[in-house]
């Protein structure tokens, strides 16, 4: 029932690109992603929703595709700031029951 | 977060011992969760408060584990007989609104466990 993310490590330089995926054995109603930074609480980036509505509130993009039944997260022209383990969560048949992935850990060095 | 306030911040305890984890969301958010995070480890579900709906204890690692919500608001997670794989953090979330209408979970600092 946990979904899969990978990779689960990147290192980047500073002005890199980074794609992390997410994917589940079961139908999707949900989406949402988190950056977690060292010794802090998980923090919400981004919840993608059935049917294509996207919502979040960073410079960070994100695709669902139902289908496939995952999803992906785009950090583009990435920040020191970005360094941070990130977790998919999902929801499945619509429920607010949120499952998260085991985490990627990103480190954008200098 | 600043939804959500757990207390114990730390709580070291010896191999056997029963304790109590405390979260204290602000008033007004019917849906609460407990997750667990292992050092370096995901986020693992516990337990899952929506209402007055009965609560998913479908995370729960054993029966040592219970947790309780009381008057809506504040909930309890007891570990009883506590074992050294049952130190980590312990993270309380509750489900609300950002400024763009997503459902989304604050976390609160959370609860280190280190069982001695």
């Known amino acids: 029932q946990q979904p899969v993310q990978s990779p689960q490590a990147v290192i980047l330089r500073e002005g890199e690109d980074a794609v992390i995926n997410c994917s589940s054995s079961k139908a999707l109603y949900s989406v949402h992603w988190y950056r977690q930074k060292h010794g802090e609480a998980p923090v919400f980036l981004m919840i993608?929703?059935?049917?294509?509505e996207q919502k979040g509130h960073e410079k960070i993009s994100a695709s669902f595709n139902e289908k496939k039944q995952q999803s992906s997260l785009y950090l583009t022209a990435s920040q020191l700031s970005y360094s941070g383990t990130y977790f998919c969560?999902?929801?499945?048949?619509?429920?607010?029951?949120?499952?998260f992935g085991a985490g990627t850990r990103l480190f954008v060095k200098a | 977060g600043a939804g959500v306030s757990q207390s114990p911040s730390n709580k070291v305890t010896e191999k056997g011992k029963d304790v109590e984890l405390r979260c204290d969301p602000i008033?007004?958010?019917?849906?609460l969760y407990w997750y667990r995070q292992s050092l370096g480890q995901g986020l693992e579900f516990l337990i899952y408060f929506q209402g007055n709906s009965a609560p998913d204890k479908s995370g729960l690692p054993s029966d040592r584990f219970s947790a309780e919500r009381t008057g809506g608001s504040v909930s309890t997670l007891t570990i009883q007989r506590t074992q050294q794989e049952d130190s980590a953090v312990y993270l309380c979330?509750?489900?609300?609104?950002?400024?763009?209408?997503?459902?989304?979970?604050?976390f609160g600092a959370g609860s280190r466990l280190t069982v001695l």
């Open positions: 993608l929703l059935k049917g294509g």
């Open positions: 008033s007004g958010h019917t849906a």
């Open positions: 969560g999902t929801s499945v048949g619509g429920g607010f029951k949120t499952i």
């Open positions: 979330a509750i489900r609300d609104r950002d400024y763009s209408g997503a459902n989304v979970l604050t």
